[in-house]
């Protein structure tokens, strides 16, 4: 069993910069893959950035330059460092935890809030 908890999320003004935090705990395998996910009012569910415990990151084209994920695999932690935030960022971004097509979990999903 594996569990997700998120931290970091709030509000923000625009242009302003905040820092996901989603710690996995449990029976952890080594090789997996960690990342976040985001679903905005009205929106389909979308991929923000995920990075492989061998450090291989894929990023959705539109966030590069303003989202960076990293990992700390000692502490089965991954991170999401947002900034230059715009309104548009507004989402409930979820931590997604994959280990191949065998177990994917999610996330409570933790709120992010652009506006001034």
């Known amino acids: 069993q594996v569990q997700l908890v998120e931290s970091g999320g709030g509000l923000v003004q625009p242009g302003g910069s905040l820092r996901l935090s989603c710690a996995a705990s449990?029976?952890?395998?080594?090789?997996?893959?960690m990342g976040w996910y985001r679903q905005a009012p009205g929106k389909q569910h979308e991929l923000v950035a995920a990075?492989?415990?061998?450090?291989?990151?894929n990023y959705a084209e539109s966030l590069k330059g303003r989202f960076t994920i990293s990992r700390d695999n000692a502490k089965n932690t991954v991170y999401l460092q947002m900034n230059s935030l715009i309104p548009e960022d507004t989402a409930v971004y979820y931590c997604?935890?994959?280990?191949?097509?065998?177990?994917?979990?999610w996330g409570q999903g933790t709120q992010v809030t652009v506006s001034s």
């Open positions: 997604n935890y994959r280990v191949g097509r065998v177990v994917e979990l």
């Open positions: 449990g029976s952890i395998f080594s090789r997996n893959s």
């Open positions: 990075m492989t415990s061998g450090g291989t990151t």
